[in-house]
């Protein structure tokens, strides 16, 4: 087995819905990125490729690359998916924390979890996800942006 774990922060900017999980959530802000800044997938795609020993997001798909300029991060989960079955690993589980003050993500949760199950092909239980505050301390207390952050456990295909 072999573990991995993530993080990744974006901040807010002008528009009026934020991608967390590929969920499209209404809100007053959206995030400035490069791609449609994913947050919570950004910080599972460090997480897997971590586990693989593979280096990071910023390394398979930089920022500087206009291929991934507005690039549904949904779509580079699937290619991370794909690195991992040709190492040979499987995913076993994923535990994923987003942390903002705002929206609540509660509503959302569940869709985030098939939307990335699907994308992995494994089941919605091997996905968890939760959201917590900062009472309000820290960038994401004052709502300048969120944090997610991902542990993964990656299993051998061949077991």
């Known amino acids: 087995m072999r ?29 400035v990125a490069h791609s449609d800044g994913d947050v919570l997938v950004h910080a599972l795609m460090d997480a897997l490729l971590g586990g693989l020993g593979l280096g990071d997001i910023g390394q398979h798909f930089p920022d500087t690359n206009e291929q991934y300029r507005g690039c549904d991060s949904l779509k580079l989960l699937g290619l991370v998916a794909e690195m991992m079955s040709t190492q040979g690993y499987l995913l076993g589980n994923a535990d994923l924390t987003i942390v903002a003050q705002r929206p609540k993500m509660a509503p959302y949760l569940d869709d985030m979890k098939v939307k990335i199950s699907t994308v992995l092909g494994c089941d919605k239980g091997q996905i968890n996800i939760k959201a917590t505050t900062t009472e309000r301390l820290g ?6 942006g969120i944090a997610c952050y991902a542990a993964a456990l990656l299993t051998p295909s061949d077991v």
């Open 139 to 144: 960038f994401t207390g004052r709502e300048e």
């Open 3 to 31: 573990i991995g774990q993530g993080y990744d922060v974006h901040a807010f900017g002008v528009g009026n819905q934020l991608i967390l999980g590929g969920v499209h959530i209404p809100f007053d802000r959206a995030f």
